[in-house]
Every structure is written in C-alpha cells, then in structure tokens.
C-alpha cells in the first residue's frame, strides 16, 4: 500500500485486525505488534503522535472482532449459544 497517501497507517489497521482475530485481546493486539508498527512508521517518517494515536486506536478493534475474549467469557458465563 506504499502508493496510497498514509498507506503505513492502514497496513497498521489491517494487521490489527488479523491479529485481533487471532489474540482477541487488545493489549496483546498493542503490545505484540504495536512495537513492530511503531518502529516501522517511525523509521518510514510518521510523526510520533500519528503513529502512537493510530496504533492505539487500531488496537482496540480486538474485543469487537470474533472470537473476543470479553465475548467468550460472556458466553460461558451466560450460557449462551
């Protein structure tokens, strides 16, 4: 996505949500691949608060996509089908 203006920061949303798929969770979403992200929009020009913001953001994805943790635990405890 190098062509597209600010195409770092949707590769960055789009590897959230692949690994909000995987994790579930949205602190493993930020700290397993927020450090890879971070470094590469800092080494690729991003400001430093674009690059934090966006990652946060995206970041939280993870509790929204299934199969969430917070989803899960609800399931169970609720008995839900």
Excluded: C, Q
């Amino acid at each position: 996505m190098g062509w597209l203006p600010g195409g770092l920061g949707h590769v960055n949303v789009g590897g959230s949500v692949v690994f909000a798929g995987m994790s579930g969770a949205a602190v493993a979403d930020a700290g397993g691949l927020g450090a890879i992200e971070l470094k590469a929009m800092r080494e690729a020009g991003y400001d430093t608060e674009f690059s934090v913001g966006i990652t946060a953001a995206s970041s939280t994805i993870g509790p929204i996509i299934p199969p969430s943790l917070p989803m899960v635990i609800y399931g169970v405890l609720a008995s839900a089908r």
